[in-house]
Structure formats: structure tokens, C-alpha cells
Nanobody, 127 residues
Framework: QVQLVESGGGLVQPGGSLRLSCAAS????????MYWVRQAPGKGLEWISAIKPGGGNTYYADSVKGRFTISRDNAKNTLYLQMNSLKSEDSAVYYC????????????????????WGQGTQVTVSS
């Protein structure tokens, strides 16, 4: 069955960096758009990044553009999120998610278009 397992979260000081990983299994990883989504305490889901199946095209929310980098290693079935210059407002549970449609030609920022999610990893940015 499909599994997405995030890791790499933790406590970091403002201005610091973290790298999240999402290990995927149970599907043809290289055929699907993959996403990172986060949820801060008391707030709704926030889409933050998408990456094309082949890894060549990436997209970001304005809130993280220039600071976060999404990438994937299709040989290892793993998705990454490199987070630099972290701010307190980046504190949230971070989820990786799989797009529903195989070989889709475009990405979606709508959670309804994702069919599997990881369990989430907590990122806390605090001094």
C-alpha cells in the first residue's frame, strides 16, 4: 500500500536550517507530482511547494519562496524540503502529499487533489 513517511523535523533557532525528507513506497513515485503542505497551530492547511514528477519544475508559495527548496530523488523514492532562513512563523507540522493523477501535466495547490499524506513532522522555530 502507499506509504509516505516524513522525517527531519525538530527545534531550530530563527535563521537556522532544516532538511525534511519524505520516504515514499507502494506506488510509482516518479510518475506523480509531490507536495509539501504545512499546518500551524490553530490554522488551516497551507500549501507550500510542488515538484514535477521528473523533478525539473518546482513551485513555491510566496511565504517560502527564496528560502525553501523542494527536490526529489526518484531513484530513492524520496522527496525533500530544504528550509533555510527559518522564521517563527514557519513553525508547523509539515506534511508531504502525493498528487492523485498519474502523469498530470500541472500541479495543484488544493488538498482535495492529493490522495495520500504522510503522518507529518513537527518543525518548531524558536530561540
Amino acid at each position: 500500500q502507499v506509504q509516505l513517511v516524513e522525517s527531519g523535523g525538530g527545534l531550530v533557532q530563527p535563521g537556522g536550517s532544516l532538511r525534511l525528507s519524505c520516504a515514499a513506497s507502494g506506488f510509482t513515485f516518479s510518475s506523480y507530482w509531490m507536495y509539501w503542505v504545512r499546518q500551524a497551530p490553530g490554522k488551516g492547511l497551507e500549501w507550500i511547494s510542488a515538484i514535477k514528477p521528473g523533478g525539473g519544475n518546482t513551485y513555491y508559495a510566496d511565504s517560502v519562496k527564496g528560502r525553501f527548496t523542494i527536490s526529489r530523488d526518484n531513484a530513492k523514492n524520496t522527496l525533500y524540503l530544504q528550509m533555510n532562513s527559518l522564521k517563527s512563523e514557519d513553525s508547523a507540522v509539515y506534511y508531504c502529499a502525493k498528487g492523485k493523477e498519474r502523469y498530470s501535466t500541472t500541479y495543484s495547490t488544493a488538498a482535495d487533489d492529493y490522495d495520500y499524506w504522510g503522518q507529518g513532522t513537527q518543525v518548531t522555530v524558536s530561540s
